[in-house]
C-alpha cells in the first residue's frame, strides 16, 4: 500500500514538472508589446488608451503614466489597434518573434472637430489587470464643456453623478454614498489635498486648465488606496506641450484665468492660475459704512516640469498652491479670514524591464486657515494648520497577460498645530502660551507607515480575480489595522458583465467642522484617546451596452461605518481627540442608476440614486437612531450637451434632490443672567435632523459660440445660473429676539447670468 500510493506520488510529480517545464518552454518563446502612448501635437501622454491586438484577446489599457504591456503574445504578425476618447484610432502593422520584447511608443492625432466624436463623461474602459467598480473616470474634454456658475469645476461636474451629494447648492463638498467629505482621500498628482474647496466652498481649487486626468472611486477601491473610509479622486496634472508653446485666457465676471504650457530640456513645462476680482469690483460701488461689502479674492496656481531621462526613465516637479483672503472692516467692528493650501512633489518613474514599472513620489502637503478680528478695540485670533512629508514608492509587475501584482510602500510624517488668543493682546511667534488665560497652543507630530500588496488575475475569458491586502501602522495610537479587499468580475457576453466588491478601510485623520460653513476645517489626528473609523463595503455591479453608444450602470451597495464623530459644537478647550468629538456608528445603503450617450452630436447622461443614510451616538439624539443632514434620499440628475452647427453647442443640466435633514424645536425658554430682566430666548431642540426642508431643485444652461480673433481661435462662453431663480433653502433657524419666535429660512442664491471670452494663443 505504501509503495502504490508512494508510486502515485512520484508520477504525480512527474506529471507536474513536465507541465511547469513545458509552460515555462511556451512563455520563453511567447513574446511582449509596450511602450507609451502619447498626444502626436503635444506628447502629453494619454491616460486610459486601450491598446488592443486585433482579432485577439490580448490587450491592454495605459497607466497614469501613459504605460502599457501586453504580454505572452505567440509569435507572429498582428495588427495593433489603439483607442482613446477624442482622438483618431491607430493602426499598424507588426511583426513578433519568439522571445522578442519589443518597444512601440504610440501617438494619437486628435480627431477631426466635424468629425462623430466619441464623448465620454463618466466611462473607463476595463482593464482585464484592475477591475473597475464604482469607479468614474471623467476626460478634461468634457469639463470645459461643463459649466456651473460661470465656471468649469470639477468637483461640479463630479456632484452630477449618481450617489454623489452636496450640503447644499453652494457647497462643493463631496457627500459620497453617505460618507462625509473628510472620509473621501484626494490626490494630486500623488500628493494629499487636505481642503479642496475656496472659502465658502462654491468652487473647488482645481483648474480644470491644469487637469488631464480625473478618476473617482466611489467604493470599493483597491489596496493601493488607503486611510479614508468612503471615496477616492485621484487627479493629475498636465505635464505640458513637448513640441510647441501654446496658452489659453480667458476673461469673465467671476473670474480670470490663464495657462501656458511648452518644450524645455528634454520634456515640457505647464504652468496655470486663475483669480477673481470681487474687491476690485467692490470699489465702483458706493460705500456702506453700516453693511460694508467684503473685500475677497481667491487664487490657485499650479505648475509642473517633466524631463525625459532616456528610454526607461522620467521625473516630475509638480506644485499647486491656493489662497483666499476675506476682510470686512465696520464701524468698532472688523475681521479677516484666511486659507491656504500649498503642495509640492517630485516623482521619478522607472522601467526595470518591459514588464516591471515603478514609481517614487516624495511630496509634502500643507493646510492652513486663520481668523483674526476685533470689537471694540479688543483683539482675538484662532488658527490651525496640517502639515505633512510623504514618500509613497510603488511597484508593478506584468507578470503576464493574464496575471499581474503591484505592491507599495508608504511613510509620512505629520504636524498639527492649533492656536487660539482670546487675551486682548499680542503674543509673539514661539512665545509660552500655557501660562497665559485666555491663550492655548497645541502641536502634536505624528508618523504613520504602509504597505499594500494587491494583484489581478484573469482566470478565464469571462471571470477576473483582484485580491489585496493593506497594512497601516500609526505612531501616535500605537496601533497596525488589517485591511482586505477582494473584487470579481464577470463577462456574461458583450451586452452585460457582473462584478462584486467587498473591503475593510480605515481612516486616521478627523475634521472638525461644520457642514454648512467650510472655512475653519480642523483635522486632528487619532490620539490615544480615540480609535481609528472602519468601515466594510459591498458592492455589486451591472454593467450593460443594450445599444450601440448607450451604457447603463446599475450599483447595489451597503456599507458600514464605525466609530465615526460628530463635533461637540459647545465644546471651547479640550486636551485630547476625545473631547472634540462625539462618537458613534452608522451604516448607508442605497442603488444607483446611470445612463450615458456617448455619441452622435447629443451626448450626456441620466442619473438616479436612492439611499439611505443612519448614524447613531449614545451622545446624540438620546442614543436613538438618526438620519444625518447630508441624508438625501432621493437623487435625480440630468446632463445634456447638443453640438449645434460647426460653431455653436449648448448644454444643460438639472437636479432634483430631497430636502435635507434638520433640526426642528419643540418650545422656547427665556434664559436670564444676573442682572438681566428680559433674558435670552432658548430653544429646546426636537428630535436630531428629524425633518426635512423641501426638495431642492436647479436648472442651468450654457452656451459656447466659436469664432477667431486676431486669427486667435477663441469661444464666448454663456451660462445661466439658476434659470427659474428658485432660491432653495441653505438652512432654517428659529429667531427668537422678539417675544413671538420666528421659523426664518437663509435662502441661497437667485439667477445670475455670467459671461466669459476665452482666447488660444
Not at 421 to 443: K, M, Q
Not at 607 to 614: K, S
Not at 709 to 723: P, Q, T
Request: charge should be negative; glycine fraction near 8%; avoid cysteine.
Amino acid at each position: 500500500m505504501l509503495s502504490s500510493t508512494k508510486g502515485r506520488t512520484s508520477l504525480l510529480g512527474f506529471v507536474l514538472t513536465i507541465f511547469v517545464a513545458l509552460s515555462s518552454v511556451a512563455l520563453a518563446q511567447n513574446a511582449s508589446l509596450s511602450g507609451y502612448v502619447s498626444d502626436a501635437s503635444s506628447k502629453e501622454t494619454l491616460i486610459s488608451a486601450t491598446v488592443m491586438l486585433q482579432s485577439t484577446k490580448y490587450g491592454a489599457i495605459t497607466t497614469k503614466a501613459g504605460y502599457y504591456v501586453v504580454s505572452d503574445i505567440p509569435p507572429g504578425s498582428y495588427i495593433v489597434k489603439v483607442t482613446y476618447i477624442g482622438y483618431q484610432p491607430f493602426e499598424q502593422e507588426i511583426v513578433l518573434s519568439a522571445n522578442q520584447s519589443k518597444r512601440l511608443d504610440i501617438e494619437l492625432q486628435p480627431a477631426d472637430v466635424n468629425s462623430d466624436a466619441v464623448h465620454v463623461v463618466a466611462d473607463r474602459a476595463d482593464d482585464d489587470r484592475q477591475i473597475s467598480i464604482s469607479r468614474v473616470n471623467i476626460p478634461v474634454e468634457q469639463l470645459s464643456d461643463f459649466r456651473i456658475g460661470g465656471e468649469t469645476d470639477i468637483f461640479r461636474t463630479l456632484q452630477y453623478l449618481p450617489g454623489v451629494l452636496t450640503s447644499s447648492q453652494i457647497s462643493s463638498g463631496l457627500y459620497i454614498r453617505g460618507g462625509s467629505p473628510d472620509q473621501n482621500l484626494i490626490l494630486l498628482d500623488g500628493s494629499s489635498v487636505y481642503n479642496p474647496t475656496h472659502l465658502f466652498g462654491f468652487f473647488s481649487t482645481f483648474n480644470t486648465e491644469a487637469i488631464k486626468d480625473v478618476d473617482l472611486s466611489k467604493g470599493g477601491f483597491p489596496a493601493e488606496y488607503g486611510t479614508r473610509l468612503s471615496a477616492v479622486l485621484d487627479l493629475t496634472q498636465k505635464d505640458g506641450n513637448k513640441e510647441e508653446f501654446e496658452g489659453v485666457g480667458s476673461i469673465g465676471t467671476i473670474s480670470s484665468k490663464v495657462s501656458m504650457q511648452g518644450p524645455v530640456g528634454d520634456g515640457s513645462f505647464f504652468i496655470g492660475g486663475r483669480r477673481t476680482y470681487l474687491e476690485l469690483l467692490k470699489t465702483v460701488v458706493p460705500e456702506d459704512t453700516v453693511n460694508p461689502l467684503p473685500d475677497y479674492y481667491f487664487y490657485d496656481l499650479n505648475g509642473k516640469i517633466m524631463q525625459v531621462l532616456g528610454d526607461d526613465d522620467r521625473i516630475y516637479l509638480s506644485g499647486f498652491m491656493t489662497q483666499d483672503d476675506l476682510e470686512i472692516q465696520s464701524e468698532g467692528l472688523g475681521f479677516n479670514i484666511g486659507i491656504q493650501n500649498q503642495i509640492g512633489a517630485l516623482r521619478w518613474t522607472h522601467l526595470f524591464s518591459e514588464k516591471m514599472f515603478s514609481a517614487v513620489n516624495l511630496s509634502t502637503s500643507f493646510y492652513e486657515n486663520g481668523f483674526t478680528g476685533n470689537s471694540g478695540g479688543f483683539q482675538f485670533e484662532v488658527g490651525n494648520s496640517i502639515q505633512d512629508y510623504s514618500l509613497r514608492a510603488s511597484l508593478d509587475w506584468f507578470y503576464n497577460d493574464d496575471i499581474t501584482f503591484k505592491t507599495g510602500l508608504e511613510a509620512t510624517r505629520y504636524s498639527f498645530d492649533y492656536f487660539q488668543n482670546f487675551t486682548g493682546e499680542r503674543i509673539e511667534p514661539g512665545e509660552d502660551t500655557d501660562s497665559i488665560a485666555g491663550s492655548t497652543r497645541l502641536e502634536v507630530r505624528d508618523y504613520t507607515a504602509a504597505w499594500y500588496g494587491q494583484t489581478n488575475w484573469q482566470v478565464n475569458n469571462q471571470l477576473s480575480v483582484q485580491a489585496g491586502l493593506r497594512f497601516d501602522y500609526m505612531d501616535l495610537r500605537e496601533l497596525m489595522t488589517f485591511d482586505p479587499r477582494l473584487a470579481l468580475s464577470y463577462q456574461h457576453d458583450d451586452f452585460l458583465t457582473l462584478k462584486v466588491a467587498w473591503g475593510i478601510y480605515h481612516q486616521y485623520l478627523r475634521l472638525a467642522s461644520n457642514p454648512d460653513f467650510t472655512f475653519f476645517d480642523t483635522w486632528l489626528p487619532t490620539d490615544s484617546t480615540v480609535d481609528p473609523g472602519d468601515s466594510q463595503h459591498y458592492i455589486v455591479s451591472a454593467e450593460m451596452k443594450p445599444f450601440r453608444g448607450i451604457d447603463v450602470n446599475v450599483d447595489v451597495y451597503y456599507k458600514t461605518l464605525n466609530n465615526i464623530s460628530e463635533l461637540r459644537r459647545r465644546q471651547t478647550n479640550s486636551d485630547n481627540v476625545n473631547e472634540v468629538f462625539f462618537f458613534g456608528d452608522g451604516e448607508a445603503y442605497g442603488a444607483e442608476l446611470f445612463i450615458q450617450k456617448k455619441t452622435g452630436r447629443l451626448t450626456g447622461w441620466l442619473g438616479y440614486a436612492l439611499g439611505t443614510v443612519n448614524a447613531q451616538f449614545d451622545s446624540i439624539n438620546g442614543g436613538k437612531e438618526f438620519r444625518p443632514k447630508y441624508d438625501r434620499r432621493h437623487d435625480f440628475k440630468v446632463v445634456a450637451q447638443y453640438e449645434l452647427s460647426e460653431t455653436w453647442e449648448v448644454g444643460a443640466s438639472f437636479s432634483f434632490q430631497s430636502g435635507q435633514s434638520y433640526t426642528g424645536a419643540t418650545s422656547r425658554f427665556q434664559a436670564n443672567g444676573p442682572g438681566e430682566n428680559v433674558g435670552v430666548g432658548v430653544i429646546v431642540p426636537a428630535e436630531r435632523y428629524g425633518l426635512r426642508l423641501p426638495p431642492s431643485h436647479q436648472l442651468n444652461l450654457s452656451g459656447a459660440w466659436k469664432t477667431t480673433i486676431f486669427g486667435l481661435d477663441s469661444r464666448l462662453l454663456i451660462d445661466i445660473y439658476n434659470v427659474y431663480s428658485r432660491q432653495d433653502i441653505w438652512f432654517r433657524y428659529y429667531d427668537t429676539t422678539d417675544e413671538v419666535t420666528e421659523v426664518t429660512d437663509v435662502r441661497l442664491l437667485p439667477i445670475i447670468p455670467s459671461f466669459a471670452l476665452e482666447i488660444k494663443f
